[in-house]
C-alpha cells in the first residue's frame, strides 16, 4: 500500500484511481524481475490503452529501474507521445534523479533516429527543454544535437538563391511564432545579394520557447550555463546560438554603459590635467560617480549577494574604481586643489632670492597636495583598467582569436 | 652575461682607462647602451667600441625578439586551447549580469509590464528561434580550427572520442556476452533434460534386458521392445 501510495504522488495530476489502476496494470504484466526482461524483450510494441503508454513510460513512470530502463532502449521500444501528450522524459523529469535522466539523454541516438523527422515529437518540449538543461548531465550535450534543426518548408517555398543574409552579417537570428519556413521568414532575414550570395541555411530550434529578453526561460538558461564547466556543452549549436541570441538582446545595456564611463573618464582626465582651467567640474564628477556606484549596487542586489557579485573578478575593478574616484573627488573639493595649486593662496611661504620673491608651498600645502596626486594618480589608473575592460563587449576585442576570413587576428 | 662580455670587449679599447675609466664604469655603459641609452657622445665611444656596440645591438633585438616569440607562441597556443569556451563563458556572466539588473528594474518599475507578460498563456509567450547562417561557414571553420587548434586538445579530443569508443565497444560486448551466456545456460539444461531422459531410457532398457535374462518372459519382454 506505501509502495502505491508512493506511486501516486508521481503525476499529481491524475487522479489517485487512475493512477493505481495504472500500477496494476503494469505490475500486471510485469509482476517477478526476470519476467520484467522478457515481456519488454518479447512484446516492445505493446500499448496500453486508453493511455497510450508503452513500456518506456511504463518503466519511467513506476519502475525507475536501471536495468529496466536499459533493456527499454536496447529493445528498441519507440519512444512516443502517449494520450496525455507526454513522453517518457516528461515523466522522467519529475523524478529529479540525474542519473536517470542522463543514461536516457547520452542514449538519444540509439532512442531516436536522427535522418528521421523528430520535429513534431520534439515541439512538445517545451515545458521540459528548461528544466533539462538545468539538470546539467553530460548526455545533455548528445541530446542537444537534436534540437538544432531544418525547419518545415512550405509546399513549393523554395530556398531563395542570390540572397545574403540582412545587414552583410554572418548570421541572423529572430524569432517566431510558427515553426514553418515562409515568405515572412525569408523577408526578415534575407535580402538580394549584390553579387556576392553565398549558400544560406536557415535552422531553428526545434522547441517553443519564451524567447522574450526579460523572460523566466532565458534567465534560467543562462543561470544554468554561468555554473556550467562543460566545454562541449558550450559548444553545441544550440546553446551557442542561444548565448547569441541573448547576447543581441543585452549588449546595448553593456554598451550604454560603456558610453556613459568613457564620457566620464574623458571628462576626469581633462580635469587631471588642467585642475585650475576647470575649476568646479568636481561637482558634476561626483555626481556621475555616484550614479556609478549607484548602478553597482544595483548589480550587487540583482546578481544575488557579496559572493556572487565577486566571482567575477573584473567587479573588483569597478569598486576599486568607485572608491578611490569618490575619494579624490571628496578630497579636492574640502581642499580645494585648484587653490592649493594656486600660489596666492595662503599656504605658501614667501621667501626672497636674489631680489625676487619666490614662492614656496609650505609643509602642509605639500604634504595634501601630495596625498592628492597620489590619488589622482591611483584614480587615472583605475579608470583606465575600468575603461579598458568595457572592451570585452565588442566582437573584434573580446576574441583573442577570430577564426573567420573576414576578421582580424588580434591578440589582446 | 651580454652586459659582462661586452664590457671587457669595449675596455680592450682603453685599457689604460684615460677615457672612462675603470672596468665598473665600462660595466655600467655597456648596461645603459643596451637598455637604448644610445647617446655615443656622452661616453665618446671609439671606432672599435662603435662597431661592437653595432653587433651587440643587432645580436640582442634577435635574441630577444625570438624569446618573445617562443614565450608568445607557447601562450598564445594555451589560449587557442579554450578560446571558444573562454570567449562564450565570459558573454555569459556579462549577459547574466545585464539580464539580472534589467529583471530587477523591471520588477521594481514596470512591473505592470511584467504582470502583463506572466498573464500570456504560453503559446502566446512562446515562439521559435530561427538561425541564418552561411551554409559554408561551418565546414571551413571546422578546417580551419583544426589547423589551429593546440596539439594537445587535439590529441585530448582523440583520447577521449577513443575512450568512449571503447565504453561503447565494451558495454555492447558485455550485453553480448550475456546473452551468450544466457543461451548457453538455456542450452545446458535441455541437454541436462536431455541426458536425464536418455538415463531413464537406458535404465529401461537395462530392466528389460534383466528380464530377457529370465527365459520364461521372453515372449513378452520381446514384445514390448517392438513396441
Known amino acids: 500500500m506505501i509502495k502505491l501510495f508512493f506511486q501516486n504522488q508521481l503525476d499529481p495530476t491524475l487522479s489517485v484511481k487512475s493512477s493505481t489502476f495504472r500500477y496494476m496494470i503494469f505490475n500486471m504484466f510485469m509482476h517477478k524481475d526476470g519476467d520484467k526482461v522478457r515481456i519488454i524483450r518479447k512484446y516492445p510494441k505493446l500499448i496500453i490503452y486508453p493511455y497510450g503508454y508503452n513500456w518506456f513510460h511504463l518503466v519511467c513512470l513506476f519502475s525507475q529501474d536501471r536495468v529496466l530502463l536499459d533493456e527499454v532502449i536496447n529493445s528498441k521500444v519507440p519512444f512516443i507521445l502517449d494520450s496525455y501528450g507526454k513522453t517518457p522524459l516528461h515523466y522522467l523529469i519529475d523524478l529529479k534523479d540525474p542519473s536517470l535522466i542522463n543514461m536516457v539523454l547520452s542514449r538519444f541516438n540509439e532512442i531516436l533516429d536522427p535522418e528521421e523527422d523528430n520535429f513534431d515529437l520534439l515541439q512538445t518540449f517545451s515545458d521540459i527543454f528548461v528544466p533539462l538543461i538545468k539538470m546539467g548531465v553530460p548526455g545533455l550535450k548528445n541530446f542537444l544535437l537534436y534540437f538544432f534543426v531544418k525547419p518545415k518548408v512550405i509546399e513549393k517555398e523554395e530556398m531563395r538563391l542570390y540572397v545574403n543574409i540582412k545587414d552583410k552579417k554572418l548570421k541572423q537570428i529572430i524569432t517566431d511564432p510558427k515553426p514553418l519556413l515562409r515568405k515572412e521568414i525569408y523577408d526578415r532575414v534575407l535580402e538580394k545579394s549584390q553579387g556576392d550570395a553565398n549558400i544560406i541555411s536557415i535552422k531553428c530550434i526545434a522547441t517553443p520557447l519564451d524567447y522574450h529578453p526579460l523572460s523566466d526561460d532565458m534567465h534560467k538558461i543562462i543561470d544554468t550555463l554561468v555554473g556550467s564547466d562543460e566545454a562541449d556543452l558550450l559548444g553545441t549549436k544550440v546553446v551557442e546560438n542561444l548565448i547569441d541570441y541573448n547576447w543581441n538582446h543585452n549588449k546595448g545595456f553593456h554598451i550604454t554603459l560603456g558610453l556613459f564611463l568613457t564620457a566620464y573618464m574623458v571628462a576626469f582626465s581633462f580635469y587631471a590635467t588642467r585642475p585650475n582651467a576647470l575649476f568646479g567640474l568636481e561637482i558634476p564628477l561626483i555626481v556621475l560617480i555616484g550614479i556609478y556606484a549607484l548602478f553597482e549596487m544595483l548589480k550587487m542586489i540583482s546578481t544575488g549577494g557579496i559572493s556572487d557579485y565577486f566571482a567575477d573578478v573584473w567587479n573588483f575593478a569597478d569598486i576599486g574604481m568607485i572608491v578611490v574616484h569618490t575619494a579624490t573627488l571628496i578630497m579636492t573639493i574640502i581642499n580645494g586643489r585648484n587653490q592649493l595649486l594656486s600660489a596666492e593662496g595662503a599656504g605658501y611661504d614667501q621667501t626672497e632670492v636674489n631680489g625676487t620673491i619666490v614662492l614656496t608651498p609650505s609643509t602642509s600645502t605639500q604634504s595634501k597636495l601630495d596625498a592628492i596626486n597620489w590619488l589622482m594618480a591611483f584614480s587615472v589608473f583605475f579608470g583606465y583598467v575600468k575603461w579598458f575592460s568595457y572592451f570585452r563587449i565588442f566582437d573584434s576585442t573580446s576574441k583573442s582569436f577570430v577564426n573567420s576570413k573576414r576578421k582580424v587576428t588580434f591578440i589582446f | ?227
Open chain 2, 1 to 227: 652575461m651580454t652586459v659582462f662580455g661586452f664590457s671587457l670587449v669595449f675596455i680592450q679599447f682603453d685599457i689604460d682607462g684615460a677615457t672612462i675609466g675603470s672596468w665598473s664604469r665600462y660595466l655600467m655603459v655597456v648596461y645603459g647602451l643596451t637598455y637604448s641609452d644610445f647617446n655615443a657622445d656622452a661616453v665618446e665611444l671609439q671606432g672599435g667600441q662603435l662597431v661592437f656596440i653595432v653587433i651587440l645591438t643587432i645580436l640582442l633585438s634577435l635574441i630577444l625578439f625570438n624569446m618573445l616569440v617562443a614565450i608568445m607562441g607557447e601562450s598564445f597556443e594555451k589560449v587557442q586551447e579554450n578560446a571558444v569556451v573562454s570567449e562564450s563563458k565570459e558573454r555569459i556572466v556579462l549577459i547574466k549580469q545585464a539580464l539580472a539588473v534589467k529583471r530587477l528594474v523591471e520588477k521594481t518599475c514596470c512591473s505592470r509590464r511584467k504582470r502583463k507578460r506572466e498573464q500570456m498563456s504560453n503559446e502566446e509567450k512562446r515562439s521559435f528561434l530561427f538561425v541564418a547562417e552561411e551554409a559554408g561557414v561551418d565546414e571551413d571553420a571546422d578546417k580551419e580550427n583544426k589547423e589551429w587548434e593546440g596539439r594537445l586538445q587535439i590529441i585530448k579530443k582523440g583520447i577521449k572520442t577513443n575512450e568512449e569508443n571503447m565504453k561503447i565497444a565494451l558495454s555492447s560486448f558485455e550485453v553480448k556476452l550475456q546473452k551468450d551466456l544466457d543461451d548457453l545456460k538455456g542450452d545446458a539444461n535441455g541437454l541436462e533434460t536431455n541426458i536425464r531422459k536418455l538415463e531413464g531410457r537406458i535404465a529401461r532398457v537395462e530392466t528389460i534386458l534383466n528380464r530377457n535374462a529370465d527365459p520364461s518372459d521372453a515372449a513378452s519382454s520381446f514384445m514390448y521392445t517392438e513396441a
